[in-house]
């Protein structure tokens, strides 16, 4: 029997010297050979489709803020529009038309509901429905005289327009007592805050029919005035 294998291990040897094997190296236990073999068999058989991967695409992740579509910037700019309404102040009040938002008029009607809720707190709901159908009306009146304004321009203008109204509140509260001075006061918010959304509103289109939408404006902040003080 040892001879027999020594035999085989010499006609090996002589087999080995003459035929050159080729050069094949296998690496079965490897991931990445694995991997490249699946691939190319998948490929070669047309399912190549399988292995494509769609990217997802990242997303962009944007401040809440700006997702609601809200520019504090904006707001304040408007504000101290409403505010300040003397043009010698140099602000562009005209943005507080042409640019509408609603999320700063209703902060300010939600505010003056706020501080009108005291020993009375249907007001708020009031409030708010005055806020919407009184612009409806100034809306529908101005486009009946000839103007050029859409309603949500109408909603801005009477929301912020409120903001002297809850400037004089603090003010009432002190001067409560003095009946001539807080009547005073009441008429310089209400011809402030009138005079802030008439400039914005009415413009030179309307020619000699602008007392008819000054007119209804007053009434309609004489109106908010009254639920605040709770006549």
């Known amino acids: 029997l040892y001879i027999?294998?020594?035999t085989l291990d010499y006609v090996f040897i002589k087999l080995?010297?003459?035929?050159d094997a080729p050069d094949i190296k296998l690496n079965m236990g490897g991931d990445q050979g694995k991997d490249a073999y699946a691939t190319t068999f998948l490929r070669q058989r047309g399912y190549g489709w399988l292995l494509e991967v769609e990217e997802d695409e990242a997303e962009d992740t944007k401040p809440l803020l700006e997702e609601l579509d809200?520019?504090?910037k904006d707001i304040y700019y408007k504000v101290r529009c409403v505010l300040m309404p003397m043009p010698s102040l140099g602000?562009?009040?005209q943005v507080v038309r042409d640019n509408p938002d609603f999320w700063g008029p209703l902060a300010v009607v939600l505010l003056f509901s706020?501080?009108?809720i005291y020993g009375q707190f249907r007001v708020v709901s009031w409030i708010i429905t005055i806020?919407?159908?009184?612009?409806?009306t100034v809306f529908l009146l101005a486009r009946v005289l000839g103007g050029e304004v859409s309603y949500g321009q109408v909603l801005g203008v009477i929301g912020y327009s409120l903001l002297p109204l809850?400037?004089?509140a603090p003010v009432l509260?002190?001067?409560g007592g003095f009946e001539v001075v807080a009547t005073l006061i009441k008429l310089a918010g209400v011809f402030w805050a009138a005079y802030s959304a008439a400039s914005l509103l009415v413009g030179d289109e309307f020619k000699t029919k602008k007392p008819l939408l000054i007119y209804p404006i007053f009434l309609l902040y004489i109106y908010f005035l009254s639920l605040y003080t709770g006549v």
């Open 91 to 93: 602000f562009n009040r």
């Open 16 to 19: 080995s010297g003459t035929i």
């Open 114 to 116: 706020m501080i009108s």
């Open 70 to 72: 809200i520019d504090l």
């Open 166 to 168: 809850i400037v004089i």
């Open 173 to 175: 509260l002190i001067t």
């Open 131 to 136: 806020w919407i159908f009184g612009s409806l």
């Open 4 to 6: 027999f294998n020594y």
